[in-house]
T-cell receptor, first 112, second 116 residues
Framework: DAGVIQSPRHEVTEMGQEVTLRCKPI?????LFWYRQTMMRGLELLIY????????DSGMPEDRFSAKMPNASFSTLKIQPSEPRDSAVYFC??????????FGQGTRLTVV | AQKITQTQPGMFVQEKEAVTLDCTYD???????LFWYKQPSSGEMIFLIY??????QNATEGRYSLNFQKARKSANLVISASQLGDSAMYFC?????????????FGTGTRLTIIP
């Protein structure tokens, strides 16, 4: 398996634009997590899914952030409109029940 | 309240010495899992070691061992015979099993630098 695949690896966008981050989890994994990593706040859990169903989105910072998982092999994290303070590395991770999570390479987002 | 606390933002250790990275956690669940991940400067997250709350033995994986003290709610990572390649950020994480769902949260990390 190729592991968790995130795209794009880098994204630079202007403030106010919509940004969509994509994640393909490892086949067969039933959990998918979205994290945001910044120097100030470390790794924050934004939202996680179990069997494509969002379970806990309490970490999503505001209504500008939304996440979907239309099927077991694809998830998106959308920011609309984007702001400079959204600049961070966004990680997607997938796992099976009760074992360690495998992380994607991350998407480095810069909002100017 | 912080679920995972790592009190050492940074550590400098001489090569070949052992190093202990601290982690304390907070949960009211009886069943949970504790993990350590390494993040080198390249940015990827690498799984190192896992300890289940019901495991009686401390977990070990090569040079990594987890010093699990359940009553103190601590899960310190011990790296024996440190190497230059161990320089990285280290994250402690907890997987809580909540009503059939599993949440995985991370501490703020410790930046370990190995000095030659």
């Amino acid at each position: 398996d190729a592991g968790v695949i995130q795209s794009p690896r880098h994204e630079v966008t202007e403030m106010g634009q919509e940004v969509t981050l994509r994640c393909k989890p490892i086949s067969g994994h039933d959990y998918l997590f979205w994290y945001r990593q910044t120097m100030m706040r470390g790794l924050e859990l934004l939202i996680y899914f179990n069997n494509n169903v969002p379970i806990d989105d309490s970490g999503m910072p505001e209504d500008r952030f939304s996440a979907k998982m239309p099927n077991a092999s694809f998830s998106t994290l959308k920011i609309q409109p984007s702001e400079p303070r959204d600049s961070a590395v966004y990680f997607c991770a997938s796992s099976l029940k009760r074992v360690d999570a495998f992380f994607g390479q991350g998407t480095r987002l810069t909002v100017v | 309240a912080q679920k995972i606390t790592q009190t050492q933002p940074g550590m400098f250790v001489q090569e070949k010495e052992a190093v202990t990275l601290d982690c304390t956690y907070d949960t009211s669940d009886q069943s949970y899992g504790l993990f350590w991940y390494k993040q080198p400067s390249s940015g990827e997250m690498i799984f190192l070691i896992y300890q289940g709350s019901y495991d009686e033995q401390n977990a070990t994986e090569g040079r990594y061992s987890l010093n699990f003290q359940k009553a103190r709610k601590s899960a310190n990572l011990v790296i024996s015979a440190s190497q230059l390649g161990d320089s990285a950020m280290y994250f402690c994480a907890m997987r809580e099993y909540l009503f059939g769902n599993e949440k995985l949260t991370f501490g703020t990390g410790t930046r370990l630098t190995i000095i030659p």
